[in-house]
């Protein structure tokens, strides 16, 4: 789902509040590969520092690049052949810019189409004495303008100083909702809605429309058949 609205040329600004551990890294590194092959222009990954993008880029995102061989060629095409063995930034039509959130002059050196803010609530509050990063960030997309899009995904982190949940909470603010096996009603998933015994042998979750009870097979099955649900339909973004 968090694809799809990457995919969307209708988004201008995607926001994902996640936990950790659930695939934010793997749907990153998804994303440029899909703007490296499909979407091509240039491109800005920022994270806390640049060290971090980098090491992120070479590391993570290189990796996966070297085990694909129309990415590889798509990026190899623009070095000379001695300098294969490394991972290009460079491919026909973009180039990936890496930034770090505390390098005010990394978030504004070049004009880009696409923007990337990974673990934004690690970030600190200014970038040197320029202020917001991710304001930075977005001052990159403006020669794009109408077609750009932005991309900043985090851990929350402390409530009121969380920067992920202040641009989470200005958009549309969509939650996964489980979709009953019996009724067929969707609906989020809170702790008000976990039933267990004393013992924890059995553990449920109940759907607020029929009651019925999930127990875990049936959990996941509902789960699966989910979907986002705005619960800020007029939100910004």
């Known amino acids: ?22 695939g934010k890294s793997l749907i990153l590194i998804l994303f440029l590969l899909g703007i490296i092959k499909y979407m091509p222009a240039p491109t800005m990954l920022a994270m806390d520092t640049i060290q971090k993008a980098g090491e992120f ?9 070297q085990a694909n061989p129309e990415i590889l060629d798509l990026v190899s095409s623009t070095v000379a052949k001695n300098a294969r063995n490394k991972i290009p930034k460079n491919f026909p039509g973009g180039r ?9 002059s990394s978030l504004s050196s070049h004009p880009v ?38 991309y900043l995904c985090s851990t929350p982190t402390v409530l009121g100083f969380c920067k992920i949940t202040e641009d989470f909470d200005l958009g549309t603010q969509e939650f996964w909702n489980f979709k009953c096996i019996d009724c067929e009603e969707h609906f989020k998933p809170t702790w008000d809605l976990v039933t267990y015994n004393d013992d924890l042998s059995e553990v449920g979750i109940f759907c607020p429309h029929c009651g019925s009870v999930h127990d875990d097979q049936r959990r996941v099955q ?11 339909p007029n939100g910004h973004y």
Not at 113 to 135: L, M, T
Not at 223 to 230: E, L, P, R
């Open 222 to 232: 509902a789960a699966q058949a989910g979907k986002f649900v705005a619960e800020n």
């Open 96 to 104: 990936i810019h890496l930034a770090g959130a505390t390098n005010a």
């Open 113 to 150: 189409k696409y923007a990337v803010g990974d673990e934004i609530g690690r970030w600190k509050r200014s970038a040197s004495k320029e202020g917001d990063p991710v304001q930075l960030l977005d001052a990159r997309l403006e020669t794009y303008r109408g077609s750009e899009l932005m």
């Open 57 to 65: 880029y070479k590391n993570r995102v290189g990796g996966i690049v």
């Open 1 to 22: 789902a968090i694809l799809d609205a990457l995919g969307d040329p209708n988004n201008r600004k995607v926001v994902w509040r996640a936990s950790s551990q659930v």
